[in-house]
């Protein structure tokens, strides 16, 4: 069964600070997409960053990186100089072709000011 | 280019009641799909349509039903409504490809079941 492991429910940084989120799935499928989505109190899903299974290099979205690492099955987000803007749930999720998303559980994240 | 909307955005129903919930592709996308999410969870699957037809279903009794129409509009109709049903629910739309696309999502109905 597929299935998307995010082990942190809550996470706290300092503004301007960097944070990582983690994240582990669970998968047969050799060709399939990984995705961070930020869900803020307004509960519109916005995508954050997406990678590829067949890239080897990890994806950049401005202050926003991942480290794919795909025979851990693992895919965490790091981003740096935090903003209050960030804070929001941070949702991990894969897709295989057939276009169906698996969410992990979230992971809410706090920035201090 | 408009986004994905969703109506309504609140909706109080009794248990027992049947609700419909719609959504408004993205211009150009033929695929929507639908998930539940509940207080504290990921978003949960439900189905997809594809030009006006089911593409896959997650683990979702079968009075959750759904439509997809010409313009690629869609519903998602609920009977039988149980307190568990109460959550968010959202829609997406993508263009598939090959090469896959994102899915753009709404900003949801929140569905309260008394």
């Known amino acids: 069964a597929q299935t998307v492991t995010q082990s942190q429910p809550e996470m706290s940084v300092q503004e301007a600070e960097t944070v990582t989120l983690s994240c582990t799935y669970d998968?047969?499928?050799?060709?399939?997409?990984l995705f961070w989505y930020k869900q803020p109190p307004s509960r519109q899903m916005i995508l954050v960053i997406r990678?590829?299974?067949?890239?080897?290099q990890n994806a950049t979205e401005n202050r926003f990186s991942v480290n794919f690492q795909k025979a851990a099955k693992s895919f965490s987000l790091k981003i740096s100089d935090s903003q209050l803007g960030d804070a929001a749930m941070y949702f991990c999720?894969?897709?295989?072709?057939?276009?169906?998303?698996?969410f992990g559980k979230g992971t809410r994240l706090h920035i201090l000011p | 280019e408009t986004g994905v909307t969703q109506s309504p955005t609140h909706l109080i129903k009794t248990r027992g009641q049947q609700v419909t919930l719609r959504c408004s592709s993205q211009?150009?996308?033929?695929?929507v799909s639908w998930y539940q999410q509940a207080l504290g969870q990921g978003p949960q699957f439900i189905f997809q349509?594809?030009?006006?037809?089911?593409?896959g279903r997650g683990n979702f009794p079968p009075r959750f039903s759904g439509l997809q129409f010409p313009n690629y509009s869609s519903e998602l109709n609920v009977n039988a409504l149980e307190l568990d049903d109460s959550a968010l629910y959202l829609c997406?739309?993508?263009?598939?490809?090959?090469?896959?696309?994102?899915?753009?999502f709404g900003p949801g109905t929140r569905l309260t079941v008394t």
């Open positions: 997406a739309s993508s263009l598939p490809t090959l090469g896959g696309h994102e899915q753009y």
């Open positions: 998968t047969s499928e050799s060709d399939y997409y």
């Open positions: 990678q590829e299974a067949y890239k080897q």
């Open positions: 999720a894969y897709r295989v072709r057939d276009d169906k998303i698996i």
């Open positions: 211009s150009g996308h033929n695929t």
């Open positions: 349509y594809y030009r006006e037809e089911e593409n």
